[in-house]
């Protein structure tokens, strides 16, 4: 499968992780997978919760890896606060910030400054109300209520 974004620090995160068979993994900012692909194969067997704020990547992760992983459509510190009410641990956890390619290079994402498009730094499109986020798109992000399918994985 084609990976639209290519993490400029896989070598160096995964070196630092040193993931190791049986390990788990929860990745906060898991994107279109880059970083999680490398880390599943090393890992095989151990559980992995890959959480991105956009539907597209989280919808990507899910074709990409199937059953091997737990996808999560929500922000980190959502799924962060969960799992810690749940009683989850890990062995390895990853926060990647930032923007993916996607994002910057298609305009109607809000990201590009190469192309026109509307200003929409929320990354995901249920958190949108055009209206409020034309007058102030920061305080629109952050007010935006959570999006319902954050729970369908329980
Ligand atoms: C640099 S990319 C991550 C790339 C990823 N590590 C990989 O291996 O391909 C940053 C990602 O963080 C996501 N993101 C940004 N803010 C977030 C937040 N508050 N909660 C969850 N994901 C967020 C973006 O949607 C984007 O997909």
């Given at each position: 499968?084609n ?10 995160v995964?070196?630092?992780?040193d ?12 994107g ?31 074709q ?24 989850e ?15 910057l290079?298609r ?13 929409d730094?929320?990354r995901a499109?249920?958190?949108?109300a ?11 992000c952050?007010s935006?209520p ?7 994985w329980?």
């Amino acid at each position: 499968m084609n990976t639209p974004h290519l993490p400029v620090l896989h070598d160096a995160v995964l070196e630092l992780l040193d993931p190791k068979p049986g390990e788990s993994y929860f990745d906060g900012t898991a994107g279109y997978g880059g970083h999680a692909a490398s880390v599943l194969e090393r890992i095989g067997k151990g559980r992995a919760t890959l959480v991105d704020r956009d539907p597209d990547a989280s919808r990507h992760v899910k074709q990409r890896f199937g059953d091997r992983v737990r996808p999560i459509q929500s922000d980190y510190v959502t799924a962060t606060t969960d799992a810690l009410e749940a009683g989850e641990r890990y062995d390895m956890i990853l926060l990647d910030l930032g923007v993916s390619s996607p994002q910057l290079d298609r305009p109607e994402r809000g990201f590009s400054f190469r192309f026109d498009g509307p200003l929409d730094i929320c990354r995901a499109p249920a958190y949108q109300a055009a209206a409020r986020i034309r007058r102030d798109p920061v305080k629109s992000c952050r007010s935006a209520p959570r999006p319902q399918e954050h729970r369908w994985w329980r």
